[in-house]
């Protein structure tokens, strides 16, 4: 029986319209679709979900797209800018969604390949927030990439509709997605031995 393309999910961003973490995301996809993965984003508003409550079962319908779209996630990629040393509210509360996961067959974040980038107006945020990333996937059962990747938005990165400017960026945003894609095919493979 044949298998659906790989899917990889991404997740992140801001609610600014063209924000950095989203446009990496964008390249990151651009790259998984060119290795013949199916994907999906969710940014901005796709992620201005209500605050996560795991004592009620009511979901709204984006809060109910993203955790069907994790469960039949091959492979993940998260993005998130540093703010105040931290991952943003908005994508830790997407995260925090995850709780709906946890007595699947495949719980939380499990056999799933998970790329993490950290975006800030500086060096300095980069570090931890790439590091809480790692800490978060590494809780929900997750495989992060080798790869993680640092973007220092006071560097021109992205132009106004969210072309990558800078080349560097742009390489390691696709050799990240590479290992994203190649785990999660080998992972697929290797379930089903």
Known sequence: MAHAALLIV???GSQRPISSGASALR???QEAERLNARTRLF???DIDLPTYDPSST??????????????E????IFASPGYHGGVSGLVKNALDYTEDMAKDDRPYLTDRAVGCIAA??????GGPVLAGLRSIVHALRGWPTPLGVQLNTAEPLFDKDGACLNDSAAGQLREMTRQVVAFATMRRHGARD
Request: glycine content about 16%; proline content about 3%; charged content about 10%.
């Open 10 to 12: 991404a997740i992140g």
């Open 43 to 45: 940014s901005g508003a």
């Open 120 to 125: 800030g107006a500086g060096w300095q945020a």
């Open 27 to 29: 390249l990151c996809l």
């Open 58 to 71: 009511i979901r709204t319908p984006a809060a109910l797209a993203l955790i069907e779209s994790l469960r």
């Open 73 to 76: 996630a091959d492979g993940v």
